[in-house]
């Protein structure tokens, strides 16, 4: 490509520098776009829009490839742990034992939280939606550990970064243990990250807790499946909450607030509720018809992907996953079947075809989900617990980016221009 994009607007010639990444599109630098021709681009929803630059992940959605640090995605779901991914995406490299023995070791020091949040879930109704929960005691943690806040400080940054790793499962567990009536179980440091997280979920003070290998290996796959995806909705908005220089603990709360949404995190729980609904493979040609229908608001769940126009990598593994957890568990979920045969005959409609709509992460993981024992409910808030590296990562990467400002979109206005006001009984 040129190193020079040229364009004409109003019979003014202007010229933007191009810049390439190492793999990938190239990106027009239209910073002074609006300075040299006294216009903006409008891209609603960022398609065409490089926000950032960033080294931490790689997308090549036609190609279905999906790369951290340059590692791809199948790799690492396969032979790594979640502490290694959270180690690479976080230093860049990926960690020797000692380095991954040390960083482990960090991560389980944080994971307790300060006993006085115990008052404050206290606060919620106990029919509260996880997620609100999160939402409000994550955003709560800013006012628990103030000597983790000021970002201008790098070592508070690292120190706020693995107070976040470390607690969310806590605090995702206290979620989980409020709803259901429980008491609140400590971390048992003993255990790995997603050992320990499982058995503040579903253990008991009353009785040991033995954690499943099977299960604990699937869990920490899925939550590396979830770690980053670049600069997806919900981490878009912890950069652009950052950008004003707001501190970590409220920028992931953000974070959460954005990937509840159904077309982002509250996928995966949409997509197990649309196979419940189904339910036998007979009733499928009847939710493809109403997802095709442009009069019917209706989607398939876990289908279809901003930028994956090819299978989403993440949705391999994940139904490799599927397979394993039901041996290991001994289950055999009849909505594995009819989402198996949902995919198949999706995958040969020339609707979904077309559109290249592929399943994405979300399609399969909350039948494994469910046979591990959570309640949909919970299901976005295990994906708030993984994508929380991903977030702290990027937020990291953002505060030392010298490019970094701001945040701060235009807009095209198309209200009323300037009037008269008048007053109530003149109108
Ligand atoms: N079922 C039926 N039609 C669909 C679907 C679907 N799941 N997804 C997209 N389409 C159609 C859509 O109606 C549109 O048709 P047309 O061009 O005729 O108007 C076309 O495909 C393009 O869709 P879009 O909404 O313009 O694409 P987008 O890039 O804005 O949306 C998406 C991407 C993920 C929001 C969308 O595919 C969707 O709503 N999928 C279901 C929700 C879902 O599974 N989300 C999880 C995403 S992966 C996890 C994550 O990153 O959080």
Same mark, same amino acid.
């Given at each position: ?137 994550? &955003? *709560?943690?800013? $006012? ?6 000021? @970002?201008?400080? +790098? !070592? ?109 995190? &509250? *996928?995966?729980? $949409? ?6 609904? @189904?339910?036998? +493979? !007979? ?145």
């Amino acid at each position: 490509m040129s190193d020079a994009a040229k364009f004409s607007l109003s019979g003014k010639d202007v010229e933007f520098p191009v810049m390439s990444g190492s793999v990938g599109p190239d990106v027009v630098d239209i910073r002074k776009l609006y300075a040299q021709t006294d216009a903006f681009t409008y891209d609603p929803g960022f398609t065409s829009t490089a926000s950032c630059q960033s080294k931490l992940t790689y997308i090549d959605g036609d190609e279905g490839v999906l790369l951290h640090r340059g590692y791809p995605i199948g790799e690492l779901a396969e032979q790594s742990s979640f502490m290694e991914v959270a180690y690479l995406l976080l230093n860049g490299e990926l960690p020797g034992s000692a380095e991954l023995g040390t960083f482990s070791r960090t991560i389980t020091r944080h994971t307790m939280v300060h006993e006085q949040l115990a008052t404050f879930f206290r606060g919620f109704r106990r029919d509260a939606h996880p997620m609100a929960i999160m939402c409000g005691v994550v &955003g *709560a943690l800013s $006012a628990f550990y103030h000597d983790s806040t000021d @970002i201008r400080d +790098p !070592e508070q940054r690292i120190i706020a970064s693995h107070r976040l790793i470390a607690k969310m499962p806590t605090l995702a567990a206290m979620a989980y243990k409020y709803s259901v009536g429980q008491p609140f179980l400590y971390p048992d440091n003993s255990l790995s990250y997603t050992g320990n997280f499982l058995r503040m979920t579903f253990g008991v003070p009353a009785e040991p807790y033995e954690v499943n290998p099977a299960v604990e290996k699937a869990m920490d796959r899925i939550f590396i499946l979830h770690a980053d995806h670049e600069q997806n909705a919900s981490t878009s908005t912890v950069r652009l909450a950052g950008s004003s220089g707001a501190n970590p603990f409220a920028c992931i709360a953000a974070g959460i607030a954005c990937l509840w949404g159904p077309a982002h995190g &509250g *996928a995966n729980e $949409a997509a197990l509720n649309m196979l419940r609904e @189904i339910g036998t +493979p !007979e009733r499928i040609p009847e939710f493809i018809a109403r997802a095709k229908d442009k009069n019917d608001p209706f989607r398939l769940m876990g289908f279809g992907h901003r930028v994956y126009k090819n299978y989403d990598p993440r949705a391999t593994v994940m139904q490799k996953t599927v397979r394993e957890v039901f041996d290991a568990l001994k289950v055999n979920d009849p909505l594995f079947e009819t989402a198996l045969r949902l995919e198949e005959l999706a995958l040969n409609d020339d609707y979904f075809v077309e559109k290249k709509l592929f399943p994405n992460v979300d399609f399969y993981s909350g039948v494994i989900l469910s046979a591990i024992g959570f309640p949909t409910s919970m299901f976005t808030v295990l994906f708030a617990i993984a994508r929380t590296v991903g977030w702290v990562a990027q937020w990291n990467e953002m505060i030392t980016d010298p490019d970094q400002k701001i945040g701060r979109p235009r807009q095209l206005y198309t209200g009323p221009t300037q009037r008269t006001y008048l007053p109530v009984e003149q109108r």
